[in-house]
């Protein structure tokens, strides 16, 4: 199975190139899907990596395409080679979302409790890698074979807290709500206040946490939580994260 997290240095660019941004409170310019951004440099490092936000680049500080960018970028590059350019920048989208789905297979297969449904998640998670290196492959079609049997695994992890799957939480004051071992699958916490919350437990598979505040919120037995949605968030060193994660940079 290939890497599921991003190396910049063994890929061309192509988060830099293939995705489209538009001027907003994340990107200070409009940019068209395959066209370099302005930062790329020759060797396709970012010329403003250090300084992203600094820059008004927030929204490039909050993507990560768990390793499919150097899965794609083997070869000649889009620059060396232009009339592979435009499969290249469709491909890196369907692998992005595959690897995606791989990351989320692999933190079920590691979680306690699930036992029951690990042979058929090892299963789907060969048939997803496998799918891959199909340029042709239907992104939807994976993620529906798959959704089932995670859905499941997150139930045997988390136990018996609440249900606020896609819950519209937005802007809540969730200091006082029980939420260890709830399912937060898909719910709103566009800039809840969670400061001080025991997550333990919580399926956090797919919320939106951006302006979250989670200062001093037990995130370390969370389930599902991936590292942009940790970076979209507020926080502070007080905040206890899962094991593998970091603590964003901005979180002072």
Avoid at 97 to 106: F, G, K, P, S, T
Wanted: charged share 25%; proline share 5%; aromatic share 4%.
């Amino acid at each position: 199975m290939g890497e599921l997290h991003s190396d910049c240095s063994r890929c061309h660019g192509l988060c830099c190139v293939a995705l489209a941004f538009t001027r907003s409170a994340d990107f200070p310019v409009d940019k068209p899907a395959g066209t370099p951004c302005g930062n790329l440099l020759a060797d396709f490092r970012c010329g403003v990596h250090d300084r992203l936000r600094d820059n008004g680049y927030a929204g490039c500080t909050v993507f990560e395409c768990f390793g499919a960018g150097q899965r794609v970028s083997q070869g000649p590059d889009w620059r060396d080679d232009p009339a592979a350019a435009g499969p290249m920048f469709a491909r890196f989208g369907k692998v992005r979302a595959l690897h995606e789905l791989l990351w989320h297979l692999a933190e079920a297969l590691a979680l306690p409790g699930t036992e029951p449904v690990r042979a058929d998640l090892a299963r789907i998670r060969d048939q997803v890698d496998k799918a891959a290196d199909d340029p042709d492959v239907d992104v939807d079609a994976q993620r529906s074979a798959a959704v089932g049997v995670l859905r499941a695994a997150a139930d045997l992890a988390r136990g018996r807290g609440p249900d606020l799957a896609g819950a519209d939480l937005i802007g809540r004051d969730l200091r006082r709500r029980a939420l260890n071992g709830a399912s937060l699958r898909g719910a709103l916490l566009l800039g809840a206040d969670l400061r001080g919350a025991d997550l333990a437990e919580a399926d956090l598979t797919g919320a939106d946490l951006r302006g979250a505040d989670l200062r001093g919120a037990d995130l370390s037995g969370a389930l599902f939580v991936t590292q942009p949605q940790l970076t979209a968030a507020v926080g502070d060193a007080t905040t206890l994260l899962p094991a593998a994660r970091t603590r964003p940079a901005h979180w002072r």
